[in-house]
């Protein structure tokens, strides 16, 4: 097949390399370069791309034949390959023990999971049992929350209606202010709209509370978010309440003449009044108090049934199992598509070395680029135009990869 392609192509070169002098003048001379051999074929036919085909061609059953012809290079490229279908085996041997390791692996999590599932049967056919630890901190967390919520219930009951409501008489401070024992009565007295106001102020605060423990529970990371919005939420309302119950103990100071009647009392003055923090601080810090407390009693609470609480972690550990199972599952799939590449490659490797001739076909394609770089080099100095050039790129495309591939 390769003779046949040499006679079909021979005949296109030109009719003046009959004789053997002409001949001559075609052939690669000695220590004569492949692109300057390219240039010099280019300008002795004004650059035919007929002439082009016929030397690639040319080039490669030359250079085809001389491989073949090399016994040497022949061993060496059949050991070459051997040594690389012995790596391939070895390669598929280690992922072999890696993929039996992996299955290993992965049988012994899932007899994990099966022991973990009798164990929390088991718990669940055990009577109620009462969590000890949990018990305890639900009970001091109540006795602390009770009076808790009955300061925080007086306090914002009392500021709201201090805020919004209250006449500040001569002997009014922020002690009475925060604290006033009789708000609830006078809202009453004032109508029941402003005693449901009055009411729900500790309803709310106490809700935001209840809030903080809510998205403390959560697994996102944006409860974070929520939880610090709550915050500024509660501060910013703790601060407005101080606000307007220091601004009250002004005006009722400018009355009775301790304070000058020039005197302001904006957000410069509340930030310096001992009053304001005063407020802020009775309140808020309670607050979070409050809602520590609160989240430890639900915490506990949650916890009070042993067998629920340890079924809880049975459930925890399998779902890490679980994980560990799809991880092995994906190791596993990679190091199957690996053995089966390996083996690919095997047996590509394998119809390479029962061939009769092996070729080193980079080299043959290095030793025809550069002849058409040569080739190339020579039309633009015989001005050809563009299309021209495009066309002989185009033959040397397709032959070389008809030839080498």
Not at 21 to 29: D, R
Not at 51 to 72: C, G, S
Not at 184 to 209: D, N, Q, R, W, Y
Request: proline share 1%.
């Amino acid at each position: 097949m390769i003779t046949d392609l040499f006679k079909k192509n021979v005949a296109t070169a030109p009719q003046q390399a009959t004789t053997s002098q002409s001949q001559n003048n075609y052939s690669l001379k000695p220590q004569e370069t492949y692109n300057h051999w390219g240039k010099r074929i280019c300008a002795m036919v004004d650059g035919s791309s007929l002439t082009l085909k016929a030397y690639l061609q040319k080039r490669y059953i030359e250079m085809y034949q001389k491989q073949a012809n090399n016994t040497a290079l022949q061993a060496a490229e059949r050991q070459k390959i051997q040594i690389q279908i012995d790596q391939k085996r070895n390669d598929i041997a280690y992922l072999d023990k890696q993929l039996n390791d992996s299955k290993q692996r992965e049988q012994d999590v899932k007899d994990e999971i099966s022991k973990l599932d009798d164990d929390e049967r088991e718990l669940k056919s055990k009577v109620y049992e009462v969590n000890k630890e949990a018990k305890i901190k639900l009970i001091l967390g109540l006795v602390i929350l009770l009076p808790l919520t009955l300061y925080l219930f007086l306090f914002y009951s009392s500021t709201f209606y201090s805020a919004f409501f209250k006449d500040f008489g001569a002997n009014a401070n922020v002690l009475n202010s925060m604290f006033d024992a009789e708000a609830l009565k006078k809202a009453l007295e004032a109508s029941v709209t402003e005693l449901a106001f009055v009411l729900c102020a500790p309803i709310i605060f106490m809700g935001l509370g209840f809030s903080l423990h809510f998205f403390a529970i959560q697994k996102s990371w944006t409860k974070y978010v929520k939880m610090g919005a709550i915050l500024v939420i509660t501060f910013v309302f703790d601060a407005i309440l101080a606000y307007m119950i220091g601004k009250h103990l002004h005006e009722m100071a400018v009355i009775i003449g301790t304070a000058s009647l020039d005197s302001k009392y904006g957000f410069s003055e509340a930030v310096s009044d001992i009053n304001t923090w005063a407020v802020i601080f009775c309140g808020f810090i309670v607050y979070i108090i409050w809602g520590v407390v609160f989240d430890m009693a639900m915490s506990a609470y949650s916890q009070l049934d042993l067998n629920r609480e340890k079924s809880k972690q049975i459930d925890a550990k399998k779902e890490k199992l679980k994980a560990d199972i799809k991880r092995e599952q994906q190791e596993q799939n990679n190091l199957n598509v690996q053995i089966k590449d390996n083996i690919n490659a095997i047996a590509e490797l394998t119809m390479i070395l029962r061939k009769t001739v092996i070729i080193q076909k980079p080299s043959i394609k290095l030793e025809m680029t550069n002849f058409f770089t040569g080739w190339t080099t020579q039309m633009n100095v015989l001005g050809m135009s563009q299309a021209d050039q495009d066309g002989a790129n185009d033959i040397f495309e397709k032959t070389v990869k008809t030839l080498l591939n």
